[in-house]
């Protein structure tokens, strides 16, 4: 049950970001984002982290992806913009790609072994993580709000018109 | 009483002091009672003091006030402290009286200058410099009153800095006599690492005690007479002295007479030991003072400023005064010293007087005749003139007897005719002053005849105390033909000026040097006379018959158009050159070469940024790949 | 139970659409899109690991990437759209302003 | 003593800046204000440091050491003999480069003054610190501000004249870490201990060709802030364009750093190698002397001609400070306190008559005096200090270190000795043609003579010229056992490396007699 769960989402997952690639419109593009991330929030519920999953759903399927198709909405092409044309470009970041996947599957060799151990919802629970990051990793959490209240506040000033246009 | 001479410098400094600070807000009246009043202060605590020393006995000599430790760092330890003998006791009641009088005339010769306090201010700064000179028991104090001359030596003559040529002048007068104090502070580090001392008594106990050898000797008395070159406006640095006229003319006077210029003779007097010590030294001394005193009687023959003749004048008297020190005669050239204080001042005061009279007209080819004008200028001038002149019976005939008749007691002959060459050219330039100035025809403006007239009481009488003392002074030194016992000045002097070469003449001879010297001076009167009052025409005559030596002597052998093109241009220009092509394109081009360089390869690799996020990720995504990979294997 | 490489290797294939995708793309928000998916190809790894280690600091991390990302995304949008202002266009290769 | 006050007195500055950041930048009146009280204070407390000071002793006093980031990097501050008189002038040259930019700086009041209390600090933290990284840190700190003074409030080419003092400082600098961080590990494999201490590195006994390379490094940095000849050439460029407050507080404190440098690292860290380069150093700092004089001799503008008249009067602190000797070091030190005094104050003066004329070009100048009586009774007296007249200050540190010279070296006295004609005829002769003579140019008779607080910033100038000229004694007697020491340190270290030498040699000798007799004896027992 859980492989099949498993390779289901894996491939919603990986398909909607092939999709993307090929895919013109900038809309569909995210949309399909949506799609790739909720899957996503998926695997992560069967990695036994049902509140990072949930995040992963309600906040980036949910809100940030929207504010991509709020701005892909603002922005408001009428045509795609056509994939890349300078080939030797394409040609040269393949090769690249095709080097990091493979140095990438090395790195990642030594883990090559099943996930062992109790897992299960008792560690993994919200409550769990939650104390974690109310004690030891509270510094980072409050720095953090700061650094989203920047953002915002950044954000609202750099779209802001001025005035005296 | 005589301990409180330490007390003697510091009462002009004071009251520079005071002028300094509210000279602009003083009443004019207070300003200049307070400065006479210092220095008169001055006078009297020396003239206490002196009676004091005669009181005690030799032995005690000299007083010694030591005031605080002034530098002490290693082995340089100087204490701030002054001493009181009978060399210092002369010139400090020189210094101060005439200083004194010169005060006092200025009062009135200054009354309408918008400068007055500042004036007031530098003389008395400068009565002080001259005070702490003589005064310092060791020779570096003696090297700060030095420098402080020569500082308010600039600020005196740059006194009147609107116009260019007294700015010049007082700069000249810094830099050149500066140049000469760089061998004296040479003179002084010689002293202290080879004797270990800076204090006078310790100096003279080395030299007598043998611990200093004759080379040594030669080489610091050759390094500190440097500066007394400097100093004194001998050859070849006197050229700043005739310049420094563009001071006020009481300036002139007290650094003519009572200060500045005779401090390299106080100094060569102070080190006697020394000069004695090492012959060579005495016998530079003695030779650049007689070729001083010709040569500058030279330059004096033809002058039409009524103040350059007396500056050139000056330059050749300090001459007659190295040339007593060179020939072991210390205290003949100390007595030459001061009674050359009063007629030299008396003769500065006088033709300030003349220029005060003409509205600050300098030209003798303008004057003439102005006997009848100025009654009592006339017969003060005249005095000094006769004294300088060498007429028997006034102060300057003793004194310049005394040297030359040393001069010839010693042997040098040549020294000695040299000497007496320049006495008949003294007593003959000094009358045609006179007759130039007072007698013969008048040739003043028109305009300058209305304003004509007699000088205030308070200049008149300056000069009729000086034209007293010109002419009494020299009883004080009366030459030993006249007994031997008369002499009071080379006795009083003696403890100072350890008996050197003073060698005793037989009476015949002493006589006929007196007839000699007596028959010289009125044979340049004489001829003076006839130059100027006979056949006026003789001068011209002259000119027409040697326009070349003419030339020469009127522009005054061309010394300072050979200093400033041998010296000053080249430096100047060299500097320039070297800083356009060495500083600017050497130096700095390198530097911003370098910097071009570095700004051209940046140039180059600037092509490396395209600007596009792509290519900047793709090279990101090498980096990764090539970081991973080093990681793995 | 799945094993652990399944979901290394699912996150390496994201990681490695999300690079192509980066270069293929020639408009500024697919290829800020294809940022996105690299970061949860990143956060699917930490999560395995995580999970491998018996850890949660892997999900703290995670909880905190995607946070940043949040604020990032929405800076990183405004520009872009401050950009579209004055461009009128999101070509990345339009912008070529640090060329030096 | 508990309380801190050389950490306060370093740091009241910067606490100030800090506290200036709050504070709204069109309050420019208060801005200044504040700036000036934080300075004052500032001073005030350095009186605590000279007061008191304990003269009897070599020792660093008000020494605080604390942890700071480990390895060796500790704050580690003090001074002694050295040292006290620099930070003295720092503290009380500040109050007045901030007085004397009262009315020049109108813009971007609140960031100069910020800047001006960054540098401060910057400036005293070099001359406190004992451990080396703190040194090399507070030596940084010094450049930043000084960059945006002149880049920000300078002349017309402001920007070439930062950039160029900037590279050429940290071009030294950079050399200078490196040597630092060489210094370090070589103490480290010496004993296995991590220190900065630079009492502790200077304990090192070095193989003499390491210590040339450092001192190498070492001295490169502190040349050029000297600046010694031939690498002077920013400091003109620097000067003409820098703000007038900012030329005095390079001319009268940065520069010293240089000098300072040389005397708490270059002798007693690598002796020997000083030992082997005396020659040429002394060589440089005597061409020095003569060219700055010859080339401020020349200089159109007055402030360019102030700074090559630094360069020859650094070319002779330095040259006293390689004369090795107490008088001279002394000597040294004190004309760095006196240069300070006259430089900064002729460069304030420049800055009073740029305020009015609004150029510094010498020939549009003449006649000032008439029109600015005050003023130029104040500008006589700096210029005098300068030239070393007697009673004022200059001339007690010249004598000094014209003395000790020549007890070194009687030709290199003889040479350097024409500093005393060429500071006479430069200074006099702009003197002559920027105040006397006729008013050549209508715009002076615009001038003002200076108002209160010019006076209030000159007199306290004057009145310490005048002291340290008349009475030297309480300045020359904080120095006196450091300076000894120092010189104990830099000449007993050459004494043992001769010693190793000379034992190294005995030693063959003995192995060669050794090895002689030995063979005779062997050929005997052939035989």
Redesign the interface.
């Known amino acids: 049950m859980a492989h099949f769960l498993f390779f289901l989402l894996a491939i919603v997952c990986v398909g909607a970001v092939v999709g993307m690639i090929f895919s013109r419109n900038q809309a569909y593009n995210a949309l399909l984002l949506v799609l790739a991330f909720a899957a996503l929030g998926g695997i992560f519920g069967l990695l036994s982290a049902p509140f990072i999953a949930v995040v992963q759903i309600i906040i980036y399927a949910g809100a940030i992806m929207v504010l991509f198709i709020f701005v892909i909405m603002m922005i408001n092409l009428r045509e795609g913009i056509p994939p890349e044309k300078k080939k030797w470009t394409i040609y040269l970041s393949a090769v690249l790609a095709f080097i990091l996947i493979v140095e990438l599957i090395l790195a990642a060799r030594g883990s090559f072994q099943a996930l062992t151990g109790p897992g299960g919802e008792e560690i993994a629970s919200p409550k769990a993580l939650g104390k974690l990051l109310f004690t030891e990793y509270l510094y980072p959490f409050e720095i953090t709000s700061i650094l989203i209240i920047a953002a915002l506040v950044g954000a609202i000033i750099l779209v802001k018109k001025k005035e005296e246009e | 009483m005589t301990e409180i001479f330490w007390l003697i410098p510091f009462l002009p400094l004071l009251s520079s002091f005071i002028l300094a600070i509210f000279g602009r807000t003083l009443p004019k009246k207070y300003i200049s009672f307070q400065a006479c009043l210092a220095v008169f202060a001055s006078f009297i605590i020396s003239v206490i003091s002196f009676f004091g020393l005669l009181k005690i006995s030799q032995e005690s000599y000299p007083l010694i006030k030591s005031l605080f430790t002034w530098i002490a760092s290693g082995s340089f330890t100087i204490n701030f402290s002054l001493q009181f003998d009978p060399l210092s006791a002369v010139m400090a009641m020189v210094v101060s009286g005439v200083g004194f009088i010169i005060h006092v005339y200025s009062v009135g010769y200054m009354d309408k200058d918008k400068g007055y306090s500042r004036y007031f201010t530098y003389l008395n700064l400068f009565t002080f410099a001259m005070l702490l000179l003589v005064m310092s028991s060791n020779i570096v104090l003696m090297f700060v009153g030095w420098e402080g001359v020569g500082l308010c030596s600039y600020l005196l003559i740059g006194f009147w800095f609107e116009k260019d040529s007294a700015a010049n002048a007082g700069k000249k007068a810094f830099i050149v006599t500066r140049i000469g104090d760089l061998g004296f502070l040479l003179g002084i580090f010689f002293i202290f690492v080879h004797i270990g001392s800076a204090e006078f008594t310790a100096i003279n106990q080395a030299i007598s005690g043998g611990a200093v050898t004759q080379g040594l000797a030669t080489l610091i008395a050759l390094l500190l007479f440097m500066g007394a070159v400097g100093k004194s406006a001998q050859i070849p640095l006197y050229v700043w002295l005739p310049d420094a006229m563009e001071g006020p003319t009481p300036v002139s006077a007290l650094i003519h007479a009572a200060t500045m210029v005779t401090a390299g003779v106080y100094m060569v007097c102070r080190m006697n030991l020394l000069y004695t010590l090492s012959g060579t030294a005495a016998l530079v001394v003695g030779v650049i003072g007689a070729v001083t005193a010709v040569y500058a009687a030279t330059m004096a023959l033809t002058q039409n400023d009524i103040k350059r003749v007396l500056a050139y004048s000056t330059i050749s008297q300090i001459g007659y005064m190295f040339i007593g020190c060179g020939v072991g005669a210390y205290s003949a050239g100390m007595f030459h010293l001061y009674t050359h204080a009063f007629f030299k001042s008396l003769l500065f005061l006088s033709a300030g007087s003349v220029m005060h009279a003409l509205s600050g007209e300098l030209d003798m080819r303008k004057m003439g005749g102005l006997r009848k004008y100025l009654p009592f200028t006339y017969p003060a001038f005249l005095i000094g003139a006769i004294a300088i002149a060498g007429v028997p019976f006034l102060s300057g005939f003793f004194s310049k007897d005394a040297i030359l008749t040393q001069a010839f007691a010693n042997k040098q002959y040549f020294i000695w005719i040299l000497g007496v060459l320049g006495a008949i050219l003294t007593a003959f330039y000094m009358f045609r002053l006179i007759f130039l100035t007072f007698q013969g025809e008048e040739r003043l403006e028109p305009e300058a005849k209305e304003h004509l007239h007699e000088s205030p009481p308070v200049m008149t009488i300056p000069l009729g105390i000086l034209a007293f003392f010109s002419i009494i002074a020299g009883f004080i030194g009366v030459p030993a033909v006249f007994g031997e016992k008369l002499n009071w000045f080379n006795k009083f002097l003696e403890p100072v000026m350890r008996p050197g070469h003073e060698v005793h003449l037989s009476i015949q001879t002493e006589w006929l040097l007196i007839i000699i010297s007596v028959a010289v001076a009125l044979f340049g009167i004489y001829l003076a006379y006839i130059f100027y009052i006979k056949k006026p025409q003789t001068p011209h005559q002259l000119n027409a018959k040697f326009p070349y030596v003419y030339k020469l002597l009127y522009n005054k052998y061309y010394v300072d158009e050979i200093y400033n093109a041998v010296f000053v241009k080249p430096v100047v220009r060299g500097s320039e050159i070297v800083y356009d092509n060495f500083d600017l394109k050497v130096i700095d081009g390198a530097v911003n070469g370098s910097a071009s360089v570095t700004g051209l390869s940046g140039k180059i690799l600037s092509y490396l940024q395209t600007g596009l996020i792509k290519d900047y990720a793709l090279v990101f995504l090498f980096g990764v790949i090539l970081f991973l990979g080093y990681l793995l294997f | 139970?799945?094993?652990?490489?399944?979901?290394?290797?699912?996150s390496?294939?994201?990681?490695?659409?999300?690079?192509?995708?980066?270069?293929?793309?020639?408009?500024l928000?697919?290829?800020?899109?294809?940022i996105?998916?690299m970061l949860?190809a990143g956060?699917?790894?930490f999560?395995?690991?995580?999970?491998?280690l018996?850890s949660?600091?892997g999900?703290?991390i995670?909880?905190?990437i995607?946070?940043?990302?949040?604020?990032?995304?929405?800076?990183g949008?405004?520009?872009?759209?401050?950009i579209?202002r004055q461009k009128k266009t999101?070509?990345?290769?339009d912008?070529?302003?640090?060329?030096? | 003593m508990n309380f801190p006050i050389l950490s306060v007195v370093t740091f009241l500055p910067l606490a100030g800046a800090v506290f200036l950041i709050f504070v709204h930048r069109d309050r420019k009146n208060f801005l200044r204000s504040l700036a000036l009280a934080f300075t004052l204070i500032n001073f005030v407390l350095s009186l605590f440091l000279y007061i008191h000071f304990n003269p009897q002793t070599a020792e660093t006093q008000f020494v605080e050491k604390g942890p700071w980031i480990g390895y060796g990097i500790n704050y580690h501050i003090g001074i002694d003999g050295l040292s006290l008189f620099l930070v003295l002038l720092t503290t009380f040259l500040m109050p007045i480069a901030i007085l004397s930019s009262w009315n020049y700086i109108q813009k971007k009041v609140k960031e100069y003054m910020i800047f001006m209390l960054i540098l401060e600090t910057g400036i005293i933290g070099v001359f406190v610190s004992f451990n080396l990284f703190l040194f090399y840190v507070f030596w940084e700190v010094t450049l930043i501000p000084m960059y945006f003074l002149i880049g920000v409030w300078g002349g017309p080419r402001r920007i070439y004249a930062t950039l160029k003092y900037v590279l050429f400082t940290m071009l030294g600098s950079l050399l200078m870490l490196v040597a630092i961080f060489v210094l370090y590990s070589t103490y480290y494999k010496a004993t296995g201990v991590y220190s900065f201490n630079i009492f502790d590195l200077s304990k090192l006994i070095l193989n003499p060709n390491l210590q040339l390379w450092l001192f190498l490094a070492f001295a490169l940095s502190f040349a050029i802030k000297v600046p010694m000849f031939p690498l002077h050439t920013w400091l003109p460029d620097a000067h003409v364009e820098a703000p007038t407050a900012g030329s005095v507080i390079l001319a009268a404190i940065l520069l010293k750093m240089g000098a300072y440098g040389f005397l708490r690292f270059g002798l007693p860290l690598f002796p020997d190698a000083v030992m082997k380069l005396l020659p040429v150093l002394a060589v440089l700092s005597l061409i020095g002397i003569i060219y700055g004089g010859l080339m401020a001799l020349i200089q159109k503008d007055i402030k360019s001609l102030v700074a090559y008249s630094s360069v020859s009067h650094m070319g002779l602190i330095m040259l006293a400070i390689f004369s090795l000797n107490i008088e001279a070091i002394e000597g040294a030190i004190y004309q760095m306190l006196n240069h300070g005094l006259s430089t900064g104050a002729l460069f304030l003066i420049v800055g009073i008559l740029y305020e009015r004329a609004h150029t510094r070009q010498i020939k549009d100048f003449g006649g000032v005096s008439s029109q600015m009586p005050v003023f130029s009774a104040f500008f006589l007296i700096c210029m005098l200090s300068s030239i070393g007249l007697p009673g004022l200050n200059g001339f007690i540190g010249e004598i000094l270190c014209i003395f000790g010279i020549f007890k070194t070296s009687k030709l290199l006295a003889i040479l350097g000795i024409s500093t005393v004609i060429l500071a006479a005829a430069y200074l006099l002769w702009m003197f002559q043609r920027v105040m006397q003579g006729p008013i050549k140019n209508e715009k002076i008779y615009s001038f003002t003579d200076i108002n209160k607080r010019e006076i209030s910033y000159l007199v306290p100038i004057v009145i310490m010229m005048f002291w340290m000229g008349i009475y030297p004694r309480p300045f020359l007697k904080r120095m006196d056992h450091s300076v000894s020491d120092l010189l104990n340190k830099v000449n007993r270290k050459e004494r043992i490396f001769i010693q190793a030498e000379e034992d190294k040699k005995a030693l063959t000798e003995v192995n060669n007699l050794i090895n002689t007799e030995k063979n005779k004896e062997m050929e005997e027992e052939a035989k």
Do not use: C
């Open positions: 139970m799945i094993p652990g490489s399944y979901f290394f290797i699912l390496v294939i994201l990681f490695i659409l999300g690079v192509i995708a980066f270069f293929v793309k020639r408009d928000i697919t290829q800020f899109l294809s996105e998916v949860n956060n699917l790894a999560i395995a690991f995580a999970r491998a018996n949660l600091h999900q703290v995670v909880f905190f995607i946070t940043v990302a949040a604020a990032e995304a929405a800076v949008l405004a520009i872009i759209l401050l579209f999101i070509k990345s290769e912008m070529n302003l640090m060329k030096g």
